[in-house]
């Protein structure tokens, strides 16, 4: 048995942490919501991180776990963001996720912002 919020390991017939009162779940429950990095995929490389996040938002709100990446470059000592942020998300969900995202890219201003233009002024 294992504790998911400590990840302190205890005998058979223990049922909750002894540290922090989690109750404990199996080891095969336990190494089974483990996160791998072979289990996700990018599915968006960003300059800005206000785009990652709302894309992430778009996808939480489908149902779609997600994550960034980000790796700063602190090596060169030049004005502006050198950061690289990519949006990953597990392989099975890849597919529906680039759906909702090229859904998104391809709206036009008015249809994001439920705005319509009055041609006749």
């Known amino acids: 048995m294992i504790c998911s ?20 779940i199996s080891k095969e429950e336990f190494e089974g919501s ?12 960003f300059a800005e991180l206000y785009e990652a996040e709302m894309l992430k938002a778009n996808l ?6 997600s994550l960034f990446f980000t790796k700063k470059d602190r090596n060169f000592p030049l004005s ?12 099975k969900d890849a597919n529906d996720a680039l759906e ?15 705005e319509t233009t009055n041609e006749n002024g």
């Open 60 to 65: 939480s709100g489908a149902g779609i776990d």
């Open 34 to 45: 483990l996160l791998h990095p072979s289990d996700w995929v990018v599915v968006g490389t």
């Open 100 to 114: 909702i995202i090229n859904d998104i890219k391809n709206r036009t201003p008015e249809e994001n912002t439920g």
């Open 5 to 24: 919020n400590c990840e302190y390991e205890y005998v058979d017939g223990v049922t909750v942490c002894a540290d922090c009162g989690a109750d404990l």
């Open 80 to 91: 502006g963001s050198w950061e690289t942020i990519k949006l990953l998300v597990k392989k």
